[in-house]
Structure formats: structure tokens, C-alpha cells
């Protein structure tokens, strides 16, 4: 089938952290007569090139770079609408210079927004789990769902009772994304999934609340022509990589950072402008974990021994943590972006698991499949390019179970032995043929027989 010329083109470059996406970009950007627009959370603030993983000014090679640096050290980290704002200026200006717009970086949840005219996630608040920064330091803009999870639940009976009787009532992060969806958009989060699925055309489908952009396989409009790079590494290699890559950091000037840092939040607080190190770059993977190692540093009581303790901890707190955001970032692109983007040929995975082979295996399929891209040229089927590709290219559905299933589907049951409430029929069978149900119901029943033999054995006299 013949292919119309894109008519306003934009490369997306996506894959985990430590996989060679800015290169890439970079690579693309020379070859194409393109500009760069940074999709990174953390890359957005000024300074701390080595917390941040900037791109370096030798490294970008005389590319223009756009979103990178741009805010202050005291600035939240922008919530997605800002970004797509933000984002969307930026390549009507690349577009009106001539020139390609390539997006690239690791906030996958920026990403989709962007791409998307449609996403629900365009109008919430961002997710700081795909932000780089750790899950429970979102949501600070809004002081209402820092209130213990008994308040929240109230309140989320008595503005969406709907979404209240669906989840337990012990179960904090679903009740706080229920509450955000009616603070920020004004609508019951029952109505907004409702939509959804209309929109969908499947009212028997309902998407988890983990994520509030999560459509099942169901495409979404896009916004842009656009070919989307992924940029995948072997999980054993990318680990072994990104860890290598954090001792690097170390030796480059990490510390210097931090105390960067602490120096600017103590210079602040002393000014009487307290710094809230609860968001932004504060939480980012690089500086939070070295936190008590700098304690025990300036501490004068701290012995050798225990420094080098502090500083070994520190230093695995931060591969595991950046371990976890690359899993994460794969688990957006492969749960979520992968089911809403079209059927046709637009995502192509390049497999740069071997470093020495990227040029080959990475840099000269891109520049091929960008080139026939944007000559609307025959593309090859993306599961075509490598044993990678044909198998990471299959959407990983999330766990569905009748959770996610129309609002009058949905079941609480209490267990009254275990002080179990269970919201869903899987759940509930779940729990009732458990080892620790029967167990519980078997000692029930042995304190029932002891205490019709000995009226006295419950400590209180009878009659």
C-alpha cells in the first residue's frame, strides 16, 4: 500500500536508562538536518550533569538540545501538561526553522502524552514512578492526599462512591489516584474510566487505575506522523552496564553533586526559604541514596571503617534504584505503549545489547528506517530486525483480572476469621482456599469446641 509523505514528522527515541538513546538522537539529529527535545524528568534541571546523565556539550555534537536545563533547583518536577505544552512550542519552532523535531529520553510517561491527542494522562498529574525519581514522592502539590488513608477514604466515598466501594479500604495508592483524577479534572474517576471505555468501544473493558492512560490493546489518535526508535539492551547486559555506569559517576564527581546540593538546601533554609526535598531533584536516583553516607561524613565521630560502609551502601542503593527505573521504563513501553500505539509500522526496536557493534546494530538501521520514514518509502516489518525484536515487540499485557471489569461487576467481601475484605471474586476464591484462611477457620473452630466444653475457658463466668 502506498504511503503518504508524513506531513509533520517527529522521531521518538525510547528504551530504559543507559541504552544509548542520546546517541542516537544525536546521530540522527546530524544526519537529518533535526533538533532535540529532552524527554527526561530530571534532565530538565539546571546543573548536575552527573546525578542527571546529561548529554554533554561535546556530546551533542553542535545539535540544538531543547527542555534541557531549563528549570531551577527549587522548581517541582513539571506535572505532564506542562511538559506537552512545553514540548509541543518547541517543535511548531524546530518545524517553522525547517528542521526534524527528535524527541528523546527516558520519562516514557512524557512521552506518551506527547504522542497522543487522546491520553488520558494529558490531563493528571504526572507519575514520578517513570520520572526517575522513587513512587511515593508524587502527588506533593496536593496536601489533601498526604492525610492518613482513613481520611482519604471518606473523602473518596463522599465525592466518588463509585470508585470507593471498588477498592479496600486499607489500599492507600488507589484511593489516592481516584481522589487526584476529581481534584484535577473536576470529574469522578468512575466517569473518566467510563469515557474511556466508550471511547474505546469496549464497555465491557476497563483500564487498572495504576495507570490512568492503561487502554488494553485499543489504539489511541496520534498527534504527529511519527517513528518511534526503540533502543533495547539483554537484561543481564543493561544491568551489569548501569552499574558499571554508577561506579563511573562516582569517579566523575557524584559526591561533588550531592554536596552541591546540600550546600544549596542549606544556603536556602538559611534564608528562610526551606527547601522541600520531598519532589523534584531532590528525590532523584543519585542523591537521596547518598544521604546518610554525607551524615556519617560530617560527622566527626565516624570512623574509616564505617564511611566505607555508608559509602558502599549508599552506592548499591543506588544500582538497585536504577536497576528498578529501567524495569520500569521497559515495563511502560511494553504494558502501555505498545497496546495503544496503531497497528501499522511505526515502532522498530534496535537491539544495542553489544556496545561494540552499535554503530551496526543500532546508528545504520535507524538512519535507514528514518530515512525511508520520511520518504514514505516501504518499511520492513519491525519483528523483522532482530530474535530481540520478535520477541520484546509483543505487547505485555498487565495482570487483568475481573478488577477491571464493569463497575457493576465489581464485588467487597469480608472475611470476618482473617479481618480480610477482598474486592473482587478472583480475590475472594483466592483468599478462602488459602493454607492461612483454612488454617484460621480450623482455629476458630478448635476455640469454639474449648469454650462450649469449659464455659470458663473465654475467662468470664457463666450465669
Known sequence: MTRELPREPLIAIIGA?????SQ??????????????NGDAMQLYAGLPIITNKTTIEEQK?????????????????????FVNRALTVIEEIRRRGKLPILVGGTHFYTQSLLFRNSLVENQADSSEHAGIEPEEERMDLPILQQSTEVLYAELQRVDPVMAERWHPRDRRKI?????????????????????????????AMPTMDDVDATGSKEQIMRFD??????????SVLRERLDARVDKMLEAGLLEEVRTLDAYADAEAAAGRPVDKTRGIWVSIGYKQFKEYMQALRSEETSEKDLEYWKHNASSKTKD???????????????????????SKILYLLDGTDVSTFDSAVINPAVDLTSSFLAAEPMPDPSSLSSAASEQLQPARLHYDDSTASPEKWTKQHCDVCDVTCVVESQWGQHMGSKAHK??????????????????????PVG
Open 176 to 204: 489516592q489516584r481516584s481522589l487526584e483524577i476529581y481534584i484535577r479534572t473536576g470529574r469522578t474517576a468512575a466517569e473518566v474510566y467510563a469515557q474511556q471505555r466508550k471511547l474505546a468501544g469496549n464497555e465491557a
Open 321 to 343: 534504584s536504577t536497576r528498578q527505573y529501567a524495569k520500569r521504563q521497559i515495563r511502560w513501553i511494553r504494558s502501555k505503549l505498545i497496546n495503544s500505539l496503531p497497528a
Open 62 to 82: 553542535g545539535i540544538s538540545h531543547h527542555l534541557l536545563g531549563c528549570i531551577g533547583l527549587q522548581e517541582p518536577t513539571w506535572v505532564v501538561g506542562m
Open 17 to 21: 536508562t543507559g541504552t544509548g538513546k
Open 24 to 37: 542516537l538522537a544525536v546521530e540522527l539529529g546530524t544526519r537529518f538536518n533535526g533538533e532535540i527535545i
Open 226 to 235: 511519527t517513528l518511534v526508535l526503540w533502543v533495547h539492551a539483554e537484561k
Open 439 to 460: 488454617k484460621a477457620v480450623s482455629k476458630r473452630r478448635q476455640r469454639d469446641r474449648e469454650a462450649q466444653a469449659d464455659p470458663m475457658v473465654e475467662g468470664e
